[in-house]
């Protein structure tokens, strides 16, 4: 079992940046295929970004260009790096590890607001 702990969620201002952490309980993420996820009240969760065993990376059209993931397999953590955010980006970021079972954590609040 793998247990995810997010971090890094604030109130930002439209433009501004911030990079999301989730630590996983368990070493060698190179095992898991990781993402990110987010979700607004009444609404469905959606896809952000993902990363493969291998590292390979998808995005979703929005977050193309704005938004990076990243792992460090030594902290066995994987990053979420948001650069020019906007209102439309608020909401709860998840971290979400498969590897056959699908694991979950708690997630993150992220809000853009002057």
């Known amino acids: 079992q793998v247990q995810l702990v997010e971090s890094g969620g604030d109130l930002v201002q439209p433009g501004g940046s911030l990079r999301l952490s989730c630590a996983a309980s368990?070493?060698?993420?190179?095992?898991?295929?990781m993402g990110w996820y987010r979700q607004v009240p009444g609404k469905q969760r959606e896809l952000v970004a993902t990363m493969s065993s291998g590292g390979t990376t998808t995005y979703e059209d929005s977050a193309k260009g704005r938004i990076t993931i990243s792992r460090s397999i030594a902290k066995n953590t994987v990053f979420l790096q948001m650069n020019n955010l906007e209102p439309k980006d608020t909401a709860r970021y998840y971290c979400k590890a498969v590897n056959g079972v699908e694991y979950w954590g708690q997630g993150t609040q992220v809000t853009v607001s002057s």
């Open positions: 368990r070493s060698n993420l190179t095992f898991y295929v």
